[in-house]
């Protein structure tokens, strides 16, 4: 659940924000980070198919 991943997140970070939208919580992450900054995308495949079907997300490998 969100609350136990914020839980244990709250162990090992000192900052970080919850955003429960994935197209809205990718954003966030790209408006944080720097030009050499990597965003890591966690979370079900449903989470990845979601971000592409929005375009927020291009897998180079889907091409075609």
Do not use: N
């Amino acid at each position: 659940s969100t609350e136990k991943l914020v839980e244990r997140t709250r162990e090992s970070w000192r900052s970080f924000e919850v955003v429960e939208e994935p197209v809205a919580a990718l954003a966030r992450a790209r408006e944080l980070a720097g030009p050499r900054d990597a965003i890591c995308v966690t979370g079900s495949l449903f989470v990845i198919s979601d971000l592409v079907e929005a375009g927020a997300l291009r897998l180079p490998f889907a091409e075609g």
